[in-house]
């Protein structure tokens, strides 16, 4: 059996989430993906973020990118409507968890003064590691129901598609989205790259599904998400069951669970046929693929370069 690990937003319950050192700590532990969300600023630049608004919990401000700038505090705020300037005074290297009971605050390390990275920086960081046997997942951060908040879907993926071919990396990549329009467009623009059709329970209406009906398919998701492009099905993980596994199946597409950090859980769906898992803690996977004598993706360690 084989069965991949993909490190979530890098390896959220160890690092910050979506920074150069989040994703290069992930490198150096050893996942087969490396996941990551990406959103577009208000002069067309390509971020990491989660959020489409600036999180208080993975942001914090340390001042004005310019003195008397009307948009400061910048917390809170779209990030669409912010420059790659403004976000770029952030601190997204401490995690400022709203509630005690926030469980990666206990676990991810801190690393003060990480900057918002560019989709560009992170393409340079994984050159540097040479790390070209790693896939990269870019999750492109639309939502249909805000478009106040969202980028138009078309030039979105033809950003991230231009930024994937200049740097040679279109063949290694996979895109992901809630919202299906960007499976569509990603399949004319690049149709080589996998595209991962991801879904929740609460993003099973239309909006979400680029128009399509799930009563049209007599509610088989995995059918669905063929339909609209997908080459594979993320759902999340307790959505997953024998059933969703046979349509899935029958659909022709490998099913890749999120997010899953609890050990027995992973192994239960790997016992289900999940062809990975996405995790916040790429080591609590690794010690479950160890146990279970699955092939293990090698740890990246030799950073070619530092210019990052």
């Not at 128009?211 to 063929?226: E, H, K, Q, R, Y």
Request: proline share 8%; hydrophobic share 45%.
């Amino acid at each position: 059996m084989h069965a991949e690990i993909h490190g979530h937003r890098g390896a959220r319950g160890l690092r910050p989430e979506n920074t150069l050192p989040g994703l290069a700590h992930a490198l150096e532990l050893g996942v087969d993906a490396l996941e990551f969300d990406v959103a577009l600023t208000a002069d067309r630049r390509l971020v990491l973020t989660h959020d489409l608004t600036v999180s208080p919990v993975t942001s914090a401000d340390t001042g004005p990118a310019r003195a008397g700038d009307p948009l400061f505090p910048y917390v809170g705020r779209p990030v669409g409507a912010l420059t790659l300037a403004q976000l770029r005074t952030l601190e997204c290297g401490v995690r400022l968890p709203l509630r005690p009971d926030d469980r990666f605050a206990a676990t991810q390390v801190p690393v003060p003064h990480t900057r918002m990275p560019t989709l560009g920086a992170v393409l340079g960081l994984v050159d540097a590691y040479g790390a070209d046997g790693v896939r990269l997942h870019v999750e492109l951060k639309s939502d249909p129901t805000r478009p106040d908040l969202t980028a138009d879907p078309r030039e979105f993926t033809e950003l991230v598609v231009a930024e994937l071919d200049r740097h040679d990396r279109l063949g290694g990549t996979a895109i992901l989205s809630f919202d299906w329009r960007i499976l569509r467009i990603a399949r004319e623009l690049a149709p080589a790259a996998r595209r991962y059709a991801l879904i929740e329970l609460d993003t099973l209406e239309s909006v979400w599904l680029d128009g399509l009906l799930l009563s049209d398919f007599g509610g088989d998701v995995p059918a669905a998400a063929a339909a609209a492009g997908g080459t594979a099905v993320s759902p999340e993980h307790v959505m997953m069951d024998e059933e969703f596994m046979r349509r899935a199946a029958a659909a022709g597409l490998p099913v890749v669970p999120w997010t899953v950090n609890e050990p027995d859980r992973a192994a239960a769906l790997l016992d289900l046929g999940a062809a990975g898992i996405v995790t916040d803690y790429p080591d609590r996977m690794r010690e479950l693929w160890a146990g279970r004598g699955l092939p293990l993706p090698d740890p990246v360690t030799a950073c070619r370069a530092a210019t990052v």
